[in-house]
T-cell receptor
Framework: EAQVTQNPRYLITVTGKKLTVTCSQN?????MSWYRQDPGLGLRQIYY???????DKGDVPEGYKVSRKEKRNFPLILESPSPNQTSLYFC????????????FGPGTRLTVT | GNSVTQMEGPVTLSEEAFLTINCTYT??????LFWYVQYPGEGLQLLLK?????DKGSNKGFEATYRKETTSFHLEKGSVQVSDSAVYFC???????????????FGSGTRLLVRP
């Protein structure tokens, strides 16, 4: 089954404790992206990647890091989480030439206290 | 820059009622327009799309027409069902927008609640 998986689905952590949210897709997609979803703000892009070892900032990259060492994986790293990073996070992937048709993971709800 | 504006929700309807969710956009080029749907507890999925002016996208009984003169892409359905309860996002992509051609710009989302 074609899918994007994220782990964990739910995470409660404390300020400053480094964490990683994993994302994996099995569709051989070149393009992968991370979004955060906040009430009233819709989805905002954090980082995206056009291919292995190619990443670029989205609209709200501050406080986040990503890496793309393999085509299927695109982890999101919060080196020192803060309460304003409490949000619902989505990973998505698509073919490079069809960015409009992104396949989304089920989401990770992160709470930073 | 490019942006998308959607009507505030929630929209509450009775089953079989007519649905309209308004969406307007601002774009410097000639964007493609999309509606995504997010069912409870799930990620977003593409519902329909239109790539040029006057195109009509349709899927699962939903329709939206790309109106360049009013910069709008309103979502409509003639008879909603309880199973249509979800959050609907309007989005645009500008394929000729250089670096921004690799982005989807989303509206804030409109929650639809359909009562039996």
């Amino acid at each position: 089954e074609a899918q994007v998986t994220q782990n964990p689905r739910y995470l409660i952590t404390v300020t400053g404790k480094k964490l990683t949210v994993t994302c994996s897709q099995n569709m051989n997609h070149e393009y992968m992206s991370w979004y955060r979803q906040d009430p009233g703000l819709g989805l905002r892009q954090i980082y995206y990647s056009m291919n292995v070892e190619v990443t670029d900032k989205g609209d709200v990259p501050e406080g986040y890091k990503v890496s793309r060492k393999e085509k299927r994986n695109f982890p999101l790293i919060l080196e020192s989480p803060s309460p304003n990073q409490t949000s619902l996070y989505f990973c998505a992937s698509s073919l490079r030439g069809q960015v409009y048709e992104q396949y989304f993971g089920p989401g990770t709800r992160l709470t930073v206290t | 820059g490019n942006s998308v504006t959607q009507m505030e929700g929630p929209v509450t309807l009775s089953e079989e009622a007519f649905l309209t969710i308004n969406c307007t956009y601002t774009a410097t080029g000639y964007p493609s327009l999309f509606w995504y749907v997010q069912y409870p507890g799930e990620g977003l999925q593409l519902l329909l799309k239109a790539t040029k002016a006057d195109d009509k996208g349709s899927n699962k009984g939903f329709e939206a027409t790309y109106r360049k003169e009013t910069t709008s892409f309103h979502l409509e359905k003639g008879s909603v069902q309880v199973s249509d309860s979800a959050v609907y996002f309007c989005a645009l992509n500008d394929p000729a927008g250089g670096d921004s051609s690799y982005k989807l710009i989303f509206g804030s989302g409109t929650r639809l609640l359909v009562r039996p």
